[in-house]
């Protein structure tokens, strides 16, 4: 190459899309030259062919126009030796691909000349490729109908686009474009109805949640009932309602990631069993899109200005995908533009989705700007995670970290520790024909999740599928080897999702339901020892609750106000430290960058080295963040400021308590007052020693506030810093340097410009750390205020009533505690229930 080039190349530089590019030049370059006469229009379509796999004034055409000389002046295409050394790293597929080139130079005059034909015939022998698959592309080129059905399946087979993923998507699209020129396979005509996919468990578990809920509104008419006459506090009742929303809006939400054309589109219709998400072989989804259960069929556009839109079905598929130049060009920069938050699409006839299944379907985070903001707002209260990757070859660099990254959010920051709710799914496994190349792939995939430092835990979380030929067999009612794989995958999912997040989420449910008929029974316990006269109440002691009221509302604003003068405290000491961070951070980034380093070549791929210096630069810059976040301004600023009020909480809360245990008529149900509050000991100590950290929770915060700070389209203006004409002079030695430079003065300068935002948004976590707190407070106080108005009403209307009326009162209360009681025997029987169910699932499972 560096003969032909005249260029002092390195094995760095000959990345396996300019050795395709070198061998191509060398066989259209033989089938123009093999009949001595190189007409115009074979020059012009030459570099018709050339140019698409390079931009205008890029040195990849530059570099292309060396090798058109370089292998013209040495006459390479006449050198088998050299012919076979330029092609001897091609894959079987690849080959055939030069080849499908070749044809189409030979026919684009209509006929394909006869000396061309043995020029290529000859060629194809020394590479190894079958007859039978050129008379394929002979056929495909002279539109010929009658083709040997075997060879032609073969001839798809091989160029498979997903074959050509590891080289450029410029190459996918082209394998994709090859194929549409050759006769189509023949399909099998349905003649037996759609597979339906079902999800038997998912249901089951929904008649549970139903159940749950209805239980819910019985509790809340009994509560209601209650409220009206007195005998409960009111607060009880906003406290169901809460619990109520939460059931009500419950689902099992399963996040699909993985990098851009691994075919996660596909699996999603086959697990819908319908053709909802667009999908081709470049890249597609470019939107975070959310596909749940609705009454009827609608697409909501979410922005991210906070506005929303209904808009109608035909325009889903044009706003969810990545426009073809992007997908084929400079993919991050429509990507960070792009002023879409999310698209959710509501259906009521998909089963998964109306099994009480959100589904949320990520753009491929390969090349996303904001990668990490977007993998984490898809694991936020996410109950499971697909992972999907090409099984036809090695996990990527990328897909590694990723899957590390991901393993980490699920497991809240514990680095070291498996996840149980991740699925690897290695797809495309029909592009591996073979038994022994199927058992080498699942050993190199299952080697690195389950290996020393394993990324998942748990049965069946590694499957291999075919996602395209599952959905054709759901499609055309054919069961096959494809289906069945599949079916196994999503057995496993549904297992998961069932038996073991399902059960916790039932089991959760209730125990908050069983909570507030606790209260109400206490509640009613109260109301009748008031009814009894066992409490009662002096115009003393009324005055002197009266006042307790007072001074519950009082300490509320006390701590407000305390709450407000930390918050000012604590952002006046962050800019103080703040400043005195920025003042290392350049020098620091400095060393770092120095160690950048990138696969991608800067003469094929610049704007992939662009992009993996500006990632690096990035993935740099939110280390040093996380740093100050976590050792400065939480431990050292908001730590201690957190603590002053978690003290003074505790404080006035205690006081509180203390205040009811005072009362006389008290004294002997102060335990279930206290407990009414919803607020008890161990409670106190998790504010007091641990605290609600807000946003600051979250791992890599500091990544999190990036994505304005850099990629914010900035690789155009990089690429356009550069200039070209880089490969003359020695210029291939210094391009890296230059990128990296570039990189890092435009990362610098959008950090800067980007501070006022990454401050606003701190603030804003800030705030929501003293307000989560404020919260809790604030709902304490008012039960506390709400039973203390609560026992003052009943012994007004205890005083006031007659014997036979308060007899009456207390036959009432012991029927609401008998039908109280019935709900909580009824939430019982619900969760025998389910967990009977779950161990039948696994034994019948095992079996």
Known sequence: MSQITGQKLTQKNLTPPVIFLANLVTVLLGVIFVDGIVAESEKQRLLTTLYRFSNPESDVRKLTHLIIKGVKDNQVYK?????????????????????SFGYEMSAADGEIDPHEKKYLEIVAKHLGIQSQHLAILEAGFTHQENVEP????????????????????????????????????????????HINVSYGELKKFQEYRKQIDNCCYQLFQIIQDCTNRGFLPH??????????????????????????????????????????????????????????????????CRYKDGQEEEIPFEQYQLKATISEDA???????ELAHDEIDEIVFEHPDLDLCSSGVEIVDSPGLNEHPD???????????????????????????????????VRTQLNH????????????????????????????????????????NPIVAGENRVHFISAQAALDAILQGTEDEYLKAFQNFTESIEKFLTFDSGRVKIKHSISQINRVIEKGLDGLYQSQNTLDGKIQISEAEKHKVLEKIGEASGRDVRIRLLADQLVEQVIEQANQSWDAWIEELEVSLALKSSSWTSKHSGIWSRDKLVQDYASQFNKDLSVELDIWINEQLKQTILKPNLDILDDAIRQELELI??????????????????????????????????????????????????????????????????????????????????????????????FVNSVDDIFKQLDKMIDSVFSERLEMVNEAIEKAIALYENLLEQQEKAHNETLEQREAEKMWIYQKRQELEQVQNGLEVILSKCTSDAFGGLRQRKN
């Open 79 to 99: 050198q088998v030796n050299s012919l076979l050394a330029l092609a001897a790293q091609l894959s079987e597929s690849e080959k055939l691909l030069l080849i």
């Open 150 to 193: 075997i060879a032609l399946d073969e001839v798809h087979f091989l160029l498979n686009p997903a074959r050509f993923q590891e080289l450029d998507t410029i190459f996918v699209k082209a394998a994709s474009d090859m194929l549409a020129t050759l006769p189509t396979k023949s399909k099998n005509k349905i003649t037996k109805p």
């Open 235 to 300: 607060t009880l009742m906003k406290e169901l309602g809460k619990v109520s929303q939460k059931i009500q809006s419950q689902r099992f939400r399963l996040s699909v990631l993985g990098e851009f054309s691994q075919g996660k589109s596909t699996l999603l219709n086959a697990l819908l069993g319908e053709e909802i998400q667009p999908a081709r072989e470049i890249p597609c989804s470019g939107i975070v899109t959310v596909l749940k259960y609705g009454s009827q069929k609608r697409v909501v």
């Open 327 to 333: 997908a084929l060009g400079c993919l991050s920069d």
């Open 371 to 405: 990668r990490t903001a977007i993998t984490q707002k898809l694991l936020k209260d996410t109950d499971a995670v697909i992972f999907l990757t090409n099984a036809s070859r090695s996990l990527t660099q990328v897909e590694r970290d990723l899957l590390q990254d």
């Open 413 to 452: 920051g514990k680095e070291n520790e498996p996840a149980n709710n991740l699925f690897v799914v290695g797809n495309f496994i029909d592009l591996v024909r073979s038994e022994k190349g199927r058992e080498q792939v699942q050993q190199r995939i299952e080697r690195f999740v389950q290996g020393q």
């Open 657 to 750: 308590y203390l205040e009811l245990q005072n009362l006389s008529y008290l004294r002997d149900n102060s335990s279930k007052s206290w407990t009414f509050l919803g607020t008890n000991q161990t409670e106190l100590n998790l504010i007091s020693n641990q605290g609600f950290w807000g946003g600051f929770g979250a791992i890599g915060i500091g990544a999190a506030l990036l994505p304005v700070v850099f990629m914010a389209g900035p690789i155009l203006a990089i690429m356009a810093g550069l200039g070209a004409g880089l490969l003359g002079g020695g210029g291939i030695a210094i391009i890296e340097e230059s990128v990296r430079e570039k990189v890092f003065n435009l990362g610098c300068e959008q």
